[in-house]
């Protein structure tokens, strides 16, 4: 669901009788209204769960209108007029594509924080958002973490495939992800010195039996459970190859 921000190749003038001039869209206006928005009825949101970025970083915002969880149905980026940030000093600023996306500027001297933002869309509806700034010396572990096993080391069902940390100090945990679902989710407190990991679980769909916090050790874009357990599914062996870093 995630889009990269793509570099917008500069336009090449060839005329030899006239200069040339990109027109670069107003961060405050849309530059697409009406029913090219789509239906006005659905509820709209930016993402699922609020992303992370690191100060100097961008982020794109494309809207997506949901009928009900797990469906996500994108909408142009152009329909997104202006956008309040708050807090209004966080350093945080808005440009546009060619095409009318907004996307965040994150300046590098930007502070760890959550930004809260309101985005008028098509005019009169109003997506409300958030993204956590982070600093990743202080919390290395944010990222979207899966095992990812070789041919016949684990059995299907026992791999987890997702495992999230996201920059507000929480977490989620799900084996097979499918739209919205999720075995089980919560807080998380990470020691960088002795690789203490734990999870305060504040909801779930599943919990295992045999889950239980200790200590992991990360060692660039791998995650290895030395002696903490993220559980395992009823029935199945036990998957125990490290967690690698998805994006």
Same mark, same amino acid.
């Given at each position: 669901?995630?889009?990269?921000?793509?570099?917008?190749?500069?336009?090449?003038?060839?005329?030899?009788?006239? +200069?040339?001039?990109?027109?670069? #869209?107003?961060?405050?206006?849309?530059?697409?209204?009406?029913?090219?928005?789509?239906?006005?009825?659905?509820?709209?949101? &930016?993402?699922?769960? #609020?992303?992370?970025?690191?100060?100097?970083?961008?982020?794109?915002?494309?809207?997506?209108?949901?009928?009900?969880?797990?469906?996500?149905?994108?909408?142009? +980026? *152009?329909?997104?007029?202006?956008?309040?940030?708050?807090?209004?000093?966080?350093?945080?600023?808005?440009?546009?594509?060619?095409?009318?996306?907004?996307?965040?500027?994150?300046?590098?001297?930007?502070? %760890?924080?959550?930004?809260?933002?309101?985005?008028? &869309?098509?005019?009169?509806?109003?997506?409300?958002?958030?993204?956590?700034?982070?600093?990743?010396?202080?919390?290395?572990?944010?990222?979207?973490?899966?095992?990812?096993?070789?041919? +016949?080391?684990?059995?299907?069902?026992?791999?987890?495939?997702?495992?999230?940390?996201?920059?507000?100090?929480?977490?989620?945990?799900?084996?097979?992800?499918?739209?919205?679902?999720?075995?089980?989710?919560?807080?998380?407190?990470?020691?960088?010195?002795?690789?203490?990991?734990?999870?305060?679980?504040?909801?779930?769909?599943?919990?295992?039996?045999?889950?239980?916090? +200790?200590?992991?050790?990360?060692?660039?874009?791998?995650?290895?459970?030395?002696?903490?357990?993220? *559980?395992?599914?009823?029935?199945?062996?036990?998957?125990?190859? %490290? &967690?690698?870093?998805?994006?």
């Amino acid at each position: 669901m995630q889009k990269l921000l793509m570099a917008v190749a500069p336009v090449l003038c060839l005329s030899l009788l006239a +200069g040339c001039e990109t027109t670069v #869209p107003d961060p405050a206006k849309p530059v697409v209204t009406g029913d090219a928005c789509g239906e006005e009825d659905l509820p709209l949101l &930016f993402w699922l769960d #609020p992303p992370s970025r690191e100060a100097g970083e961008r982020l794109s915002l494309y809207p997506y209108a949901s009928a009900y969880p797990g469906m996500m149905e994108e909408r142009p +980026g *152009g329909c997104i007029g202006k956008i309040d940030i708050m807090p209004e000093e966080a350093l945080v600023t808005v440009e546009r594509l060619e095409d009318g996306t907004p996307y965040f500027v994150i300046d590098e001297a930007a502070e %760890p924080r959550t930004i809260r933002f309101e985005a008028e &869309f098509n005019g009169e509806r109003s997506i409300y958002g958030e993204f956590n700034i982070v600093d990743p010396v202080a919390t290395p572990l944010v990222g979207y973490w899966a095992q990812r096993p070789e041919e +016949g080391e684990c059995v299907p069902e026992s791999i987890i495939r997702e495992l999230s940390f996201f920059g507000d100090g929480r977490f989620s945990l799900t084996w097979q992800p499918f739209e919205a679902y999720r075995d089980y989710w919560g807080d998380y407190t990470y020691d960088a010195s002795s690789g203490m990991l734990t999870f305060d679980i504040k909801g779930n769909n599943f919990i295992p039996e045999d889950r239980q916090d +200790g200590v992991v050790r990360l060692e660039g874009d791998t995650l290895t459970f030395v002696d903490a357990n993220p *559980g395992t599914k009823p029935g199945v062996p036990a998957c125990s190859v %490290p &967690f690698t870093r998805k994006r």
